[in-house]
């Protein structure tokens, strides 16, 4: 798998009582995944915005991943497997299904402000604050 081909991705988050929810999701850019879910997250923890014209537009996966960052959980983002860009939508849906990713349906969480520090690093793991353990293959 990579990222510079078109495919699913997962977050998955552990929880105080060691629960693990899911958040399965397609890109198209390998930025997707890493770049733009670290902005949103930033953007929740310093109390900014979404976007000009919708303010209050984050998304409950995104409220979680701030969460979860803010409580120095474990966050793991996994690219599942790539497929052709005709079927993403086709796989994400599985996806969701087979890995009962419950983050998919969203969430209100309390909103944090806190600083975010992701770190990608040259071998394609990422880094989320002390907490991730980075991007696992698998397959």
């Given at each position: 798998m ?34 733009e ?21 984050f998304r ?12 120095d ?6 690219i ?19 890995r ?11 909103v944090?402000?806190e ?8 071998d ?10 980075g991007?696992?293959?698998e397959?």
């Amino acid at each position: 798998m990579t990222l510079d081909k078109p495919g699913i991705y997962e977050w998955a988050i552990t929880y105080a009582d060691g629960s693990i929810r899911r958040y399965v999701g397609k890109y198209t850019r390998q930025n997707r995944p890493m770049r733009e879910y670290h902005a949103n997250v930033e953007r929740i923890l310093d109390g900014r915005p979404y976007r000009k014209a919708a303010p209050t537009g984050f998304r409950g996966v995104h409220k979680e991943l701030a969460e979860a960052t803010r409580e120095d959980r474990t966050i793991v983002l996994t690219i599942l497997e790539n497929a052709a860009p005709q079927d993403l939508h086709r796989r994400e849906q599985a996806l969701i299904r087979e890995r009962d990713a419950t983050l998919n349906g969203g969430l209100s969480v309390l909103v944090i402000q806190e600083q975010l520090a992701f770190h990608p690093h040259v071998d394609g793991t990422v880094k989320v604050g002390q907490s991730c353990t980075g991007i696992v293959h698998e397959g």
